[in-house]
Nanobody, 124 residues
Framework: QVQLVESGGGLVQAGDSLRLSCAAT????????MAWFRQAPGKERQFVAT????????NYAGFVKGRFAISRDNAKNTVYLQMNSLKPEDTAVYYC?????????????????RGQGTQVTVSS
């Protein structure tokens, strides 16, 4: 497995932007499909975005609506989530996850490497 550590979360105002990073150690993520999930207080964890090994295939949850962008730098072993036009309902813990395959999946349980999360709080 690869170890994943998220960073970049914080407290921002509605309309602001944040860029989350997910740094991987232990293995190269070039063989991993990577994804971001989030979990708001009292709610189920939900899929946000996924990116294939090469970055050629990207999928987003419907609620992203062009506001978020997932990217990866395999040379730096890091995945990013650029979040723009943040809303209070985006408040959640954001998790990075990796799956040792290039099959795109959007279910948390199907990812075999998972980070501890970074808190994003958006005030109105």
């Amino acid at each position: 497995q690869v170890q994943l550590v998220e960073s970049g979360g914080g407290l921002v105002q509605a309309g602001d932007s944040l860029r989350l990073s997910c740094a991987a150690t232990g293995r190269t993520i070039s063989n991993y499909n990577m994804a971001w999930f989030r979990q708001a207080p009292g709610k189920e964890r939900q899929f946000v975005a996924t990116i294939s090994r090469s970055g050629s295939a990207i999928n987003y949850a419907g609620f992203v609506k062009g506001r978020f962008a997932i990217s990866r730098d395999n040379a730096k072993n890091t995945v990013y989530l650029q979040m723009n036009s943040l809303k209070p309902e985006d408040t959640a813990v954001y998790y990075c996850a990796g799956r040792y395959t290039d099959v795109v999946v959007t279910t948390w349980d199907e990812y075999d490497s998972r980070g501890q999360g970074t808190q994003v709080t958006v005030s109105s």
